[in-house]
């Protein structure tokens, strides 16, 4: 399948609790994609990283391998509407209609699938300039290819679906961040405006005068999750961890970064970073995936994540980790009272530490230690609190429907 996008950047300087100013600067625009696995779906991911915006067609009904009907694609990815036709050739022609150029990306363990070759024969009868690529190591010709383009292009990009090419989503993904960083596109995020920022001087007090990390462990019921995890057959672990993200996703406080001068910033999106534990040498490797805020989608790409990266060594078992993240971690063997951790002699991270222990059965419900650990300078008490209100009540809600 193949889609169509405006490459473009934008920067949105913004503060979370009071007044906001926006300024642009353009680049890029949006991403054209009908929605299917694999490479289109790489590229509406990373282009929500990098904040650029998503439009498209996808079938009516909107099929795609992993969604049978439109209302559950459409829920994930809202920006793309159906098409008269149900099947997938008139998608196809729809999105390249409103390219301005074709960049086809074909993993070299690949083939040329029937969607893909429609797309290149389509974009070859309009007269499309036009690239084909295999992964990262193309990225300089890309950038030459695209220089002799005019500005504000709408790129149609397109590959094999997943059921085609196991490892399109990686690849497509590896080669269009490494295209974005090339084109001086960084994951997206706004500028606080510091001049009604309430939490101003509290930030730089902390962040430069007394730079420390400070940790609260609160128990909290997990009953309803776990019970929801078992009764649709997926892991527990993904499920939390979805919550978890769901919640630290809705807190701007959560989602806290800086440019290189100091300027305090807030993350659109923060994926999580999680470790992994190989039960052979005891030893542990961080994997990182995508926040999708269907909690189906997530438990899905959890286990395709946990199944393509799981069994590698070393400390960064995927590579590419983004560097809009925060970490979790849930070690099993010990329900712990309280847990904190600390990054001497240096300014301790933004991003927020979460650690989950063993649950235990009580009167109070199925209780779980949870240990947030974060910066000062990111989050008060107060802030502390609302994370972990937060957290109970979608322990509380959360609910998976089924793709059928």
């Known amino acids: ?135 990262p190591s193309d990225i300089p010709r890309i950038l030459s290819w695209l220089d002799g383009l005019p500005d504000g292009i709408e790129l149609c990009v397109g590959g094999p679906r997943a059921s ?31 001049s009604t920022w309430p939490r101003r001087e509290h930030f730089h007090y902390y962040q430069e005068q007394i730079p420390y990390l400070h940790s609260m462990t609160v128990k909290v019921d997990v009953e309803t999750c776990l019970q929801v995890a078992h009764e649709k057959k997926h892991h527990f672990t993904a499920l939390l961890m979805y919550v978890v993200s769901k919640t630290v996703n809705e807190l701007d406080c959560m989602k806290m970064m800086t440019e290189a001068d100091g300027s305090p910033g807030i993350w659109k999106v923060i994926n999580p970073v999680f470790t992994v534990f190989h039960q052979d040498d005891h030893t542990f490797s961080d994997l990182w995936m995508d926040y999708l805020q269907d909690p189906y989608s997530f438990c899905m790409e959890y286990d395709r994540v946990t199944r393509t990266f799981g069994e590698r060594k070393g400390v960064k078992g995927r590579p590419g980790q983004p560097d809009n993240f925060f970490c979790f971690s849930c070690p099993p063997w010990i329900a712990f009272e309280s847990y904190s951790s600390q990054t001497p002699g240096r300014i301790p991270p933004l991003f927020p530490i979460i650690v989950c222990g063993k649950y235990e059965q009580t009167d109070q419900g199925c209780m779980m230690p949870v240990s947030l650990t974060v910066s000062h300078a990111a989050m008060d008490g107060y802030h502390i609190s609302q994370f972990f209100d937060r957290l109970q009540e979608n322990l509380d809600t959360v609910r998976i429907t089924e793709k059928v």
């Open 1 to 135: 399948m193949i889609f169509s996008c405006r490459v473009v950047l934008a920067m949105i300087i913004m503060g979370w609790e009071e007044g906001f100013v926006i300024m642009k600067k353009e680049k890029i625009s949006r991403i054209r994609t009908g929605g299917q696995t694999g490479v289109d779906r790489a590229a509406m991911d990373t282009a929500r990283e990098y904040g650029i915006p998503l439009c498209g067609w996808c079938p009516k009904n909107g099929w795609a391998e992993d969604y049978e009907t439109a209302s559950e694609l459409l829920a994930v990815y809202p920006e793309l509407m159906e098409t008269p036709s149900p099947g997938t050739e008139q998608r196809t022609k729809w999105n390249m209609r409103d390219a301005d150029a074709v960049l086809t990306i074909i993993p070299e363990d690949s083939f040329l699938s029937e969607g893909t070759l429609l797309g290149i024969k389509e974009g070859e009868d309009l007269g499309k300039p036009m690239i084909t690529v295999s992964g």
């Open 164 to 194: 085609e090419c196991s490892g399109a989503y990686d690849v497509a993904k590896e080669v269009l961040a490494g295209l974005f960083e090339e084109l001086d596109i960084q994951p997206a995020y706004e500028l606080i405006d510091e």
